[in-house]
C-alpha cells in the first residue's frame, strides 16, 4: 500500500467498490494504467499550484457508503417533462428505468454497452491518461462505474439536446460515485448536450467526482450545458472536463453552480486544429459557506484558433470562489485569440474571491487579454434603479440578476434556461436584504 | 396657483466639498424652469439633492416637495410621490431587460397607489402609445437597460422611462449633451408631450440650444453654490451671447 493511499480513506473506498468482473481488456489495461499513475502521484496538497485555495482532506478522509442501485423518482416526475432524450444516474449507476430511449439518429447510450459496440473507442476513452495531472481524474479512470456515451458519426445532427441526470440519493448515507462521460463527434457533427449534477434537499456529504471527455472532430460543434445544482450546502462535486478539438471544431460550454459545499469545475480544452473556437463560460451562486473552484486551462495547440472565457460569481455569506485559469498559447499557434473574464458580485463583507487569470505565450503573433473584477453592489447603480421607485431590495436583487443574466443568456435550450433563471431568481431573493 | 417644490436656503456638499451655499427655488405646477450656470456651479448637485442621491449630504436648508419634507424621505419614496431624475449619465444595467426594467418601475408606482399591477401584455399597450409619444423604437425594448447604448440613445430611453412614469416634477438633467440637434428635437418634442397644467419641469443645462425647443417659464442662473440671477426666457438668451461672466459668476 502507497503512502497516498493509507492516507486516504476515499481511495480505497471507490477501489473496493468498483466491479470485480473483467469486461473489457483494452478498459482493464486502461485502468491497470490508470491506477499505477495514481499510486505515483497521490493527493494534492496546497504545494500544487492549482490547489492552493482548495485541498480536500476533509472529504478524503470520509466514509462513504458503496453506491446500490435506487429509486429516487418516476419516470413521469416533472423534472423529466423537458428532457425527452435522457440517460439518468442514481448514485452513479445507471437507472434503465428512469432512461429514455435514444433519439435514433445519435449513438446515445450506457458508456459499457457503447464500448462493448464500438471498440475503436479505445482511442479515445483516457487517451490523455499519461498527461493527466489530476488524481481525481485518476481515480475517476480506474474507479468509474457506469457512465454514458454520447457518439456522433461524421455529419450527423442530433435532432434534439441529449440529457443527462446525475442524482445523489444519500438515503442510506454518504455516497461516492464516480461517473464517466465520453462525448465522440465526428466530422461536422452537432449535438446539444445538457448534464445536470442534482442532489435536490438529498446527497448529504456525498461526493461525486465525474470525468466527461469531449471529442469534437474537424468542423463538429457540440453545445454543452453542466447545471450543478444543490438545495442544501453539503456535498462535494468535482467534474473534470478534458475537450480535444479539431480544425474549426466549436466548444460552447455553460455551467451554472449553486448550492453543494464544494463544487471544483476543472476545465482543459485543447485547440488542437486551426481555428478550432472555445468558448467556456459559467457562473456560481453560493451562500452560507458554498465554495465554487474553477479551474480552467485552454491551450492553443494549432494557429488560429479562438478563446473565450467568462466566468461570473454572486457570492453571499462566507461563500468562496477561485477563478484559476490558463490561456496558454504553444509555439507555432500564431493568430490564437483568447480572452480570459473573470466579474464577482459580492453581497456580504464575509465571502471571499480568488481570482487568477493567467497567460503563457509562446508565439509573437496573438491576441490575449484578459480581466478580473470584485467588487459590491455599485451606489450609483443602486440610486439609479431607486429613483424609479424600486425599493433597496429590489434594487438589489435587481443589480445581482442581472449580473446573473449575462451568463444565463448564454444557455442555448430555451426550456433549459427558463429551468434555471428561475432557480437562480429563487437564490438571488434569498440573497438579497433590504 | 399651488408652490409644488420650494427650496430654502439650502447647502450641501460632495465628498467634503461644498457645493450648494444657499440655493433658493419655486416650482408650481405647470412651469417649466431652467437652470443653467458654468461648469461646476452646482446645477446637477441641485437635481441630485432633489431626488435623494445618498453621495450628496445637505448641511442646512429644506426641501418641500406638496408639503412634504424632501430630505426624510427615500429615494424610492421620492420617486413614488412623483419626482423624476432623467440622469446626466445614465446607468447601464446589464442583464436587466429594458421593458421588464419598466414594467416593474410602473408597477412600484401602482402598488404605491394601491392599485393591481398591470400583467405583461396590459403593459405591453401602455409601453407601446408612450413609446410613440416620446418617438423612441420599439427595439430599444428588447435591449438591456441603457447597456451598450450610444450617448443619445441612453438620453432617450430617460424620457421614455419619464414618459411612462408620468411625474409631476421632472428633472432633466443635461439630457440635451452627447444629442445631435434631430435627435435633440426629438426628445424635445416628446418632453414637450408630456407637459400637463398638473406637472412641472426643472431643465438643467449648460447650454442655450435646448431651451429653443423646451422653452422655460424661468430662468435661473446658478454660480458658485448660489442662484445669481433668475428671470424669464430672455435670460438664457443674454448669457447665449454674453457668457457668464458679464453676470460677475
Given at each position: 500500500?502507497?503512502v497516498s493511499?493509507?492516507?486516504s480513506?476515499?481511495?480505497?473506498?471507490?477501489r473496493?467498490s468498483?466491479a470485480?468482473?473483467?469486461?473489457?481488456?483494452?478498459?482493464?489495461?486502461?485502468?491497470?494504467?490508470?491506477?499505477?499513475?495514481?499510486?505515483?502521484?497521490g493527493?494534492?496538497?496546497?504545494?500544487?499550484?492549482?490547489?492552493?485555495?482548495?485541498t480536500?482532506s476533509?472529504?478524503?478522509s470520509?466514509?462513504?457508503?458503496?453506491?446500490?442501485?435506487?429509486e429516487?423518482?418516476?419516470?413521469?416526475?416533472p423534472i423529466?417533462?423537458?428532457?425527452?432524450?435522457?440517460?439518468?444516474?442514481?448514485?452513479?449507476?445507471?437507472?434503465?428505468?428512469l432512461?429514455s430511449q435514444?433519439?435514433?439518429?445519435?449513438?446515445?447510450s450506457e458508456?459499457?454497452s457503447?464500448l462493448?459496440?464500438?471498440?475503436?473507442?479505445?482511442?479515445r476513452?483516457?487517451?490523455?491518461?499519461?498527461?493527466?495531472?489530476?488524481?481525481?481524474?485518476?481515480i475517476?479512470?480506474?474507479?468509474?462505474?457506469?457512465?454514458?456515451?454520447?457518439?456522433?458519426?461524421?455529419?450527423?445532427?442530433?435532432?434534439?439536446?441529449?440529457?443527462?441526470?446525475f442524482?445523489?440519493?444519500?438515503?442510506?448515507?454518504p455516497?461516492?460515485?464516480?461517473?464517466?462521460?465520453l462525448?465522440?463527434a465526428?466530422?461536422?457533427a452537432?449535438?446539444?448536450?445538457?448534464?445536470?449534477?442534482?442532489?435536490g434537499n438529498?446527497?448529504?456529504?456525498?461526493?461525486?467526482?465525474?470525468?466527461?471527455?469531449?471529442?469534437?472532430?474537424?468542423?463538429?460543434?457540440?453545445?454543452?450545458?453542466?447545471?450543478?445544482i444543490?438545495?442544501?450546502?453539503?456535498?462535494?462535486l468535482?467534474?473534470?472536463?478534458?475537450?480535444?478539438?479539431?480544425?474549426?471544431?466549436?466548444?460552447?460550454?455553460?455551467?451554472?453552480?449553486?448550492?453543494?459545499?464544494?463544487?471544483?469545475?476543472?476545465?482543459?480544452?485543447?485547440?488542437e486544429?486551426?481555428?478550432?473556437?472555445?468558448?467556456?463560460?459559467?457562473?456560481?451562486?453560493?451562500?452560507?459557506?458554498?465554495?465554487?473552484?474553477?479551474?480552467?486551462?485552454v491551450?492553443?495547440r494549432?494557429?488560429g484558433a479562438?478563446?473565450?472565457?467568462?466566468?461570473?460569481?454572486?457570492?453571499d455569506g462566507?461563500?468562496?470562489?477561485?477563478?484559476?485559469?490558463?490561456a496558454?498559447?504553444c509555439?507555432?499557434?500564431?493568430k490564437?485569440?483568447?480572452?480570459?473574464?473573470?466579474?464577482?458580485?459580492?453581497?456580504?463583507?464575509?465571502?471571499?474571491?480568488?481570482?487568477?487569470?493567467?497567460?503563457?505565450?509562446?508565439?509573437?503573433?496573438?491576441?490575449?487579454?484578459?480581466?478580473?473584477?470584485?467588487?459590491?453592489?455599485?451606489p450609483?447603480?443602486?440610486f439609479?434603479?431607486?429613483?424609479?421607485g424600486l425599493?433597496l431590495?429590489?434594487?438589489?436583487?435587481v443589480?445581482?440578476?442581472?449580473?446573473a443574466e449575462?451568463i444565463?443568456s448564454?444557455?442555448?435550450?430555451?426550456e433549459?434556461?427558463?429551468?434555471?433563471?428561475?432557480?437562480?431568481k429563487?437564490?438571488?431573493?434569498?440573497?438579497?436584504?433590504? | 396657483?399651488n408652490?409644488?417644490?420650494?427650496?430654502?436656503?439650502?447647502?450641501?456638499?460632495?465628498a467634503?466639498?461644498?457645493?450648494?451655499?444657499?440655493?433658493?427655488?419655486?416650482?408650481?405646477?405647470?412651469?417649466?424652469?431652467?437652470?443653467?450656470g458654468?461648469?461646476?456651479?452646482?446645477?446637477?448637485?441641485?437635481?441630485?439633492?432633489?431626488?435623494?442621491?445618498?453621495?450628496v449630504?445637505?448641511?442646512?436648508?429644506?426641501?418641500?416637495?406638496?408639503?412634504?419634507?424632501l430630505?426624510?424621505?427615500?429615494?424610492?419614496?421620492?420617486?413614488?410621490?412623483?419626482?423624476?431624475?432623467?440622469f446626466?449619465?445614465?446607468?447601464?444595467i446589464?442583464g436587466?431587460?429594458?421593458?421588464?426594467f419598466?414594467?416593474m418601475?410602473?408597477?412600484?408606482?401602482?402598488?404605491?397607489?394601491?392599485?393591481?399591477?398591470?400583467?405583461?401584455?396590459?403593459?405591453?399597450?401602455?409601453?407601446?402609445?408612450k413609446r410613440?409619444?416620446?418617438?423612441?423604437?420599439?427595439?430599444?425594448?428588447?435591449?438591456?437597460?441603457?447597456h451598450?447604448?450610444?450617448?443619445?440613445e441612453?438620453?432617450?430611453?430617460?424620457v421614455?422611462?419619464?414618459?411612462?412614469l408620468?411625474?409631476k416634477?421632472?428633472?432633466?438633467?443635461?439630457?440635451d449633451?452627447?444629442?445631435?440637434?434631430?435627435?435633440?428635437?426629438?426628445?424635445?418634442?416628446?418632453?414637450n408631450?408630456?407637459k400637463?397644467p398638473?406637472?412641472?419641469?426643472?431643465?438643467?443645462?449648460?447650454?442655450?440650444?435646448?431651451?429653443?425647443?423646451?422653452?422655460?417659464?424661468?430662468?435661473?442662473?446658478?454660480?458658485?453654490?448660489?442662484v445669481?440671477?433668475s428671470?424669464?426666457?430672455?435670460?438664457a438668451?443674454?448669457?447665449?451671447?454674453?457668457?457668464?461672466?458679464?453676470l460677475?459668476?
Amino acid at each position: 500500500m502507497t503512502v497516498s493511499e493509507s492516507k486516504s480513506s476515499y481511495a480505497q473506498q471507490v477501489r473496493l467498490s468498483k466491479a470485480q468482473e473483467v469486461r473489457l481488456g483494452w478498459v482493464e489495461a486502461l485502468r491497470a494504467r490508470a491506477l499505477k499513475a495514481f499510486d505515483e502521484k497521490g493527493f494534492p496538497d496546497k504545494s500544487w499550484e492549482s490547489w492552493r485555495y482548495f485541498t480536500p482532506s476533509k472529504l478524503l478522509s470520509s466514509a462513504f457508503e458503496k453506491p446500490v442501485p435506487a429509486e429516487l423518482l418516476s419516470k413521469e416526475d416533472p423534472i423529466f417533462a423537458g428532457a425527452r432524450c435522457r440517460i439518468v444516474f442514481v448514485d452513479g449507476l445507471f437507472s434503465p428505468k428512469l432512461s429514455s430511449q435514444a433519439p435514433g439518429n445519435v449513438d446515445f447510450s450506457e458508456l459499457w454497452s457503447g464500448l462493448f459496440n464500438h471498440p475503436e473507442l479505445e482511442t479515445r476513452l483516457g487517451r490523455d491518461l499519461d498527461k493527466e495531472d489530476n488524481p481525481f481524474s485518476l481515480i475517476n479512470t480506474f474507479a468509474f462505474e457506469d457512465g454514458a456515451l454520447i457518439m456522433l458519426p461524421s455529419g450527423r445532427q442530433a435532432l434534439e439536446p441529449l440529457h443527462l441526470f446525475f442524482f445523489t440519493t444519500g438515503t442510506r448515507g454518504p455516497v461516492a460515485s464516480v461517473p464517466r462521460i465520453l462525448l465522440v463527434a465526428e466530422e461536422g457533427a452537432e449535438v446539444a448536450v445538457v448534464a445536470r449534477f442534482y442532489g435536490g434537499n438529498h446527497g448529504q456529504n456525498s461526493f461525486e467526482n465525474a470525468v466527461a471527455e469531449i471529442y469534437a472532430d474537424a468542423g463538429a460543434r457540440v453545445r454543452w450545458t453542466n447545471l450543478q445544482i444543490q438545495e442544501n450546502e453539503s456535498g462535494s462535486l468535482f467534474l473534470q472536463t478534458r475537450a480535444y478539438l479539431k480544425e474549426k471544431a466549436e466548444l460552447d460550454m455553460v455551467t451554472v453552480t449553486r448550492g453543494r459545499e464544494i463544487t471544483r469545475n476543472e476545465i482543459r480544452a485543447e485547440l488542437e486544429g486551426p481555428g478550432a473556437q472555445c468558448r467556456i463560460s459559467g457562473l456560481s451562486v453560493l451562500s452560507g459557506r458554498s465554495q465554487a473552484h474553477q479551474a480552467l486551462s485552454v491551450l492553443h495547440r494549432s494557429p488560429g484558433a479562438v478563446s473565450r472565457q467568462i466566468y461570473k460569481n454572486l457570492l453571499d455569506g462566507q461563500s468562496r470562489a477561485e477563478f484559476n485559469s490558463l490561456a496558454e498559447v504553444c509555439p507555432g499557434a500564431q493568430k490564437s485569440d483568447s480572452h480570459q473574464l473573470n466579474k464577482n458580485l459580492l453581497l456580504s463583507d464575509d465571502a471571499r474571491v480568488y481570482s487568477r487569470p493567467k497567460l503563457k505565450i509562446y508565439a509573437d503573433d496573438v491576441q490575449a487579454a484578459h480581466g478580473s473584477a470584485t467588487g459590491q453592489a455599485d451606489p450609483g447603480e443602486l440610486f439609479y434603479l431607486r429613483s424609479r421607485g424600486l425599493d433597496l431590495r429590489t434594487a438589489r436583487f435587481v443589480l445581482a440578476y442581472g449580473f446573473a443574466e449575462e451568463i444565463l443568456s448564454l444557455i442555448p435550450e430555451k426550456e433549459v434556461r427558463a429551468e434555471i433563471e428561475a432557480s437562480v431568481k429563487n437564490a438571488v431573493h434569498a440573497m438579497v436584504r433590504g | 396657483m399651488n408652490r409644488m417644490l420650494e427650496i430654502r436656503g439650502l447647502k450641501a456638499r460632495i465628498a467634503g466639498n461644498d457645493i450648494l451655499k444657499g440655493v433658493d427655488l419655486t416650482i408650481r405646477a405647470g412651469e417649466t424652469h431652467a437652470l443653467m450656470g458654468p461648469n461646476g456651479s452646482g446645477k446637477s448637485t441641485l437635481a441630485k439633492v432633489i431626488s435623494g442621491d445618498p453621495s450628496v449630504e445637505i448641511t442646512a436648508g429644506e426641501v418641500n416637495f406638496e408639503g412634504h419634507n424632501l430630505l426624510e424621505m427615500e429615494p424610492e419614496a421620492r420617486a413614488l410621490a412623483g419626482i423624476f431624475l432623467a440622469f446626466q449619465y445614465p446607468v447601464e444595467i446589464p442583464g436587466v431587460n429594458n421593458a421588464a426594467f419598466l414594467r416593474m418601475a410602473y408597477n412600484a408606482q401602482r402598488k404605491a397607489r394601491g392599485q393591481e399591477p398591470a400583467d405583461p401584455m396590459e403593459f405591453d399597450e401602455i409601453l407601446k402609445l408612450k413609446r410613440e409619444a416620446v418617438e423612441v423604437s420599439a427595439e430599444f425594448l428588447d435591449r438591456a437597460v441603457n447597456h451598450g447604448f450610444s450617448g443619445g440613445e441612453k438620453k432617450r430611453n430617460e424620457v421614455l422611462q419619464m414618459a411612462v412614469l408620468e411625474p409631476k416634477l421632472a428633472l432633466l438633467d443635461e439630457t440635451d449633451s452627447g444629442l445631435d440637434v434631430d435627435a435633440l428635437r426629438s426628445v424635445a418634442r416628446g418632453v414637450n408631450r408630456l407637459k400637463t397644467p398638473s406637472n412641472a419641469r426643472l431643465v438643467v443645462t449648460h447650454y442655450q440650444r435646448l431651451l429653443d425647443y423646451i422653452v422655460p417659464d424661468f430662468v435661473h442662473i446658478l454660480a458658485d453654490g448660489r442662484v445669481l440671477r433668475s428671470g424669464d426666457k430672455t435670460l438664457a438668451l443674454e448669457v447665449e451671447k454674453r457668457g457668464y461672466d458679464w453676470l460677475g459668476a
